[in-house]
């Protein structure tokens, strides 16, 4: 692959709603461009670029992946990522080391649930954009109700940069709104376009509409302003000038048109994007901090710069290893050397670096600012981590993935092989950090927790994939708690005369409620030494040991309650650390029998961000579910539901959620506290856990 400087290179995320086209799209540019010889098809199975099984199974993305389009004498790191929601973190890992992002659309659909969601995670990191309206070879496409749609979700940014000529199976070209000039393709290869004068029946609307874009490029900048309003006609040049600016500064999101699949409008829509997306160096310094420190490091994207790169992407293959995909940002990475990870304060061996085309990787020799590129095997970096020069170290900011919306237990299909589970998922787990799982210490399940249901079933799939190993998944246990709600004196007594020398241990204890979240409180109130001073340590001990199944309802931990040793008596032979012990649970067990015992459990703070239609609908369903509104509050088109909800129903809400909205809501849930659960539904768990205690 030739090398680039800096200001040739083009760092562009795509992304859209599931199925807009962006990886056919990302195969039409690397043929177009004569990056790939043969044209790579996502439906029958030979996309460059899903390349994964599970990819090739799903006909869909999975995994962010970059195809490296050399056009114009530039690169386009054209980073396709998924559409599917639950795959998220790949999306939001790409916007990440993305200079500009370019928003595809379906010509028939227009903005659906999923282009919604991307724009909000477009926003946080406020990234320039492109849009392009693309299938639109499709029965019924529409370029203009495309637009409206666009128009009305993303606002009066939106400026048509090009009109089709033709729409549905008569799409044959494009109009270039800054050049006036028609694109028109005649032959299935998508290789031969002629450039043509406007069609007549569409120049009006050709005049209108660049009417418009011109607009927004000579308000982005004075010179070309005071041109415009001095009435010169601005040369194409000029408009391409001034829209690069403007999309710089956000204030424009030019609408494109094209057939992925039919390779129609492809070169220039490459041609946009060399031209108005913006290079590294037009994007400028990058801002981190030094290690340790709250000090702010800038580092400008030159050669001569300290190293500075961030690791977006990591995969994780049982054969080849793990391989981990960064971004440079300033300074030279090589091959064969040694690099600082600065986030870890750990030098890892750097073999080959290469290039990624899909699965291919092409080796280079170094990689500089501004460019993507992978290595192989290194020992503990993971994605967020910022390579550095070891001497002008510097931390660049970690990427913020969203916090998972489903937990599942994993159970493995055939006895003894949770070992192998562990080491899939934490091998899994290094690939992608929107998964997560932990060995819950209660119930001694293991709890995986994801973006969804598909997340969560492929990630199944590829513990049997890769590590051989056929799971099982449920919904996790529900971590009740019990406690006391009266204050009581109990006593324990424990006597055993058998043969030898007999044990005997005798307290009274003062047990009472503390509030929820306390835990546990001992307390010595012993006067005279009716309990010898030896023995008190024990008496503690046995009450310690006894709380994690200690409840008297179902055999939940026990929590939040206070027990006082205040009197007992003693044997001079017989009393033993372990009769005292003995004793003291003996009273625990009584006291809680005594002491109306209540069954607790965990509630979530749970905020869900949905359109405003759907509110009330989400309110609906939390008083359903036992829920107490806290709040709400507007975020642009959108309101945020505060509320506290019990876990037990908030298992399955990503499902629920999706359903309400058609997949137009988000949620994040935090635990908050535990609470007592009302007398029915107590009385249901009890019955089942108890069942289950006796089946075992
Ligand atoms: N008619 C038509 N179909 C297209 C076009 N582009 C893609 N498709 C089809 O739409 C489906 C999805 O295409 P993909 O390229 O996988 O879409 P994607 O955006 O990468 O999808 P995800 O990765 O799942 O988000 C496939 O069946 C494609 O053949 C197009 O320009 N016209
Ligand atoms: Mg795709």
């Not at 709603?17 to 056919?24: L, N, P, Y």
Request: with cysteine; charged share 30%.
């Amino acid at each position: 692959m030739k090398k680039y400087t800096v200001d040739q290179l083009r760092n562009l995320a795509v992304v859209s709603h599931g199925g807009a086209g962006k990886t056919t799209l990302a195969e039409a540019m690397l043929y177009l461009s004569g990056g790939v010889d043969r044209l790579g098809k996502v439906d029958d199975g030979t996309s460059t670029m899903d390349y994964d099984p599970d990819e090739v199974k799903r006909k869909s993305s999975i995994n962010a992946s970059v195809a490296p389009v050399e056009w114009n004498n530039h690169k386009i790191n054209f980073i396709d990522t998924p559409g599917y929601s639950d795959f998220v973190g790949d999306v939001v890992g790409a916007l990440r080391v993305a200079d500009s992002v370019m928003v595809l659309v379906d010509a028939v659909s227009g903005v659906e649930v999923g282009t919604e969601l991307m724009w909000r995670r477009i926003e946080e990191y406020d990234l320039p954009r492109m849009l392009v309206v693309n299938r639109m070879d499709r029965e019924n496409a529409n370029f203009f109700k495309a637009v409206e749609s666009l128009t009305e979700f993303f606002g009066n940014r939106v400026a048509v940069a090009q009109i089709p000529v033709g729409e549905g199976d008569k799409f044959r070209g494009v109009i270039d709104l800054s050049s006036m000039k028609a694109y028109m393709w005649d032959d299935a290869s998508g290789k031969n376009y002629s450039e043509v004068e406007i069609p007549a029946d569409l120049l009006e609307t050709a005049e209108e509409y660049r009417e418009k874009l011109v607009e927004f490029a000579a308000e982005s900048d004075e010179e070309l302003l005071n041109k415009y309003f001095e009435g010169e006609t601005l040369t194409q040049k000029d408009i391409e000038a001034g829209l690069e600016k403007a999309l710089l500064s956000r204030s424009v999101y030019p609408v494109f048109c094209a057939s992925g699949l039919k390779l129609t409008g492809i070169q220039p829509l490459m041609d946009a994007i060399v031209s108005l997306c913006p290079s590294p160096v037009s994007v400028g310094a990058v801002k981190g901090t030094a290690p340790g420190s709250e000090d702010v490091v800038e580092r400008k994207p030159e050669e001569t710069e300290p190293l500075s790169a961030l690791v977006f992407k990591t995969m994780a293959d049982p054969y080849v290893g793990k391989i981990t995909m960064f971004r440079v940002y300033s300074g030279i990475v090589k091959s064969d050397s040694q690099v600082y990870n600065a986030s870890r304060d750990r030098t890892e061996r750097f073999g080959q670096i290469f290039m990624t085309k899909g699965k291919q990787q092409v080796p280079v020799s170094e990689v500089g600012p501004g460019d993507i590129a992978g290595v192989a095997k290194l020992a503990e970096t993971t994605t967020g981590d910022t390579l550095a020069d070891k001497d002008n170290p510097m931390i660049l900011p970690r990427i913020d993935f969203p916090s998972s919306v489903l937990s599942m237990a994993v159970r493995p299909k055939s006895k003894g092989d949770e070992d192998k589970i562990g080491q899939g998922l934490t091998r899994l787990m290094e690939e992608d950090p929107t998964l997560k799982f932990d060995k819950d210490a209660e119930s001694s399940e293991l709890v995986v927790s994801g973006m969804g249901e598909v997340h969560l079933d492929i990630m199944a799939d590829r513990l049997k994939r890769k590590f051989g190993v056929e799971v099982v998944l449920e919904e996790p246990k529900i971590p009740y708690r019990e406690t006391i709600k009266n204050t009581v004196n109990v006593e324990g007594r424990h006597k055993k005369q058998t043969g030898g020398r007999g044990q005997f241990g005798h307290v009274w204890i003062e047990m009472s409620p503390l509030p929820s979240g306390t835990g546990f409180e001992f307390e010595d109130k012993v006067f005279g030494g009716a309990v010898p001073r030896q023995f008190i340590p024990a008496v503690e001990k046995g009450l310690r040991e006894a709380l994690p199944a200690g409840g008297v309802l179902a055999g939940f931990p026990l929590v939040d309650l206070k027990c006082s040793l205040y009197d007992g008596s003693s044997h001079p032979v017989d009393s033993s650390e372990m009769a005292f012990k003995i004793a003291a649970q003996l009273a625990l067990k009584k006291g809680c029998t005594e002491a109306t015992p209540i069954l607790l459990e965990p509630i979530l703070k749970v905020d869900v961000t949905v359109p405003e239609e759907f509110m009330g609908d989400v309110m609906g369903d939390f008083n359903k579910k036992r829920g107490r509104i806290l709040g709400m509050e507007p975020e642009g088109r959108y309101q945020i539901v505060r509320a506290l909800v019990p876990m037990s129903e908030m298992a399955k809400y990503s499902i629920d959620l999706r359903a309400m909205t058609g997949g137009r809501g988000m949620f994040t849930t935090e635990f908050s506290h535990y609470e007592e659960v009302p007398g029915s539904i107590a009385t249901k768990i009890i019955e089942e856990a108890n069942k289950e205690k006796e089946a075992q």
